[in-house]
């Protein structure tokens, strides 16, 4: 994660910079909310939540990306284009991790190992064991 919540990511035909800086975020917000119910929530933590447990709207993920590409120096014209061509004309569900991604970042919630915090597993110490799949023992009968 940088220090000023951008993220560069390959997506779509290229390598893009992500960034959802105040300006953003605010237009983020006016943007999810349009045309929804007074206290509808539309801040950026609401968001991340609907896209982490699948309630999301298809505003939650197109807005995201296309705001996050202008806070990351994209001319508006341009990233409308790319969101037209690469969000719009393909399953939403494509692009999910994308806006989770873009989100966490300027939120400042950090990429963490998966197993972070967990023992590590424990190492066997002992004797080998047989794998050749033998079976026969010494005969047990007399000599002669």
């Known amino acids: 994660m940088s220090s000023d919540g951008n993220t560069t990511l390959d997506w779509a035909d290229g390598t893009y910079t ?4 105040l300006g953003e975020l605010q237009e983020h ?9 007074m206290g509808y ?6 968001v991340l939540s609907r896209l982490w447990d699948g309630t999301w709207k298809i505003a939650d993920v197109r807005e995201t990306i296309r705001l996050g590409l202008i806070g990351g120096g994209m001319p508006p014209v341009d ?14 569900m494509a692009n999910v991790g994308l806006a989770v991604l873009i989100l966490a970042e300027a939120v400042g919630i950090e990429k963490q190992d998966p197993n972070a915090g967990k023992p590590a597993p424990a190492r066997t110490k002992g ?7 033998s079976t026969s023992r010494a005969s047990s009968a007399p000599a002669s």
């Open 79 to 92: 990233a409308l284009k790319l969101v037209r061509r690469y969000v719009d004309d393909q399953p939403l």
């Open 41 to 46: 929530p539309s801040g950026p933590l609401a």
């Open 127 to 133: 004797r080998s064991r047989n794998t050749t799949g």
């Open 18 to 21: 992500f960034r959802l800086g």
């Open 29 to 37: 917000d006016e943007k999810i909310s349009e045309g929804r119910p």
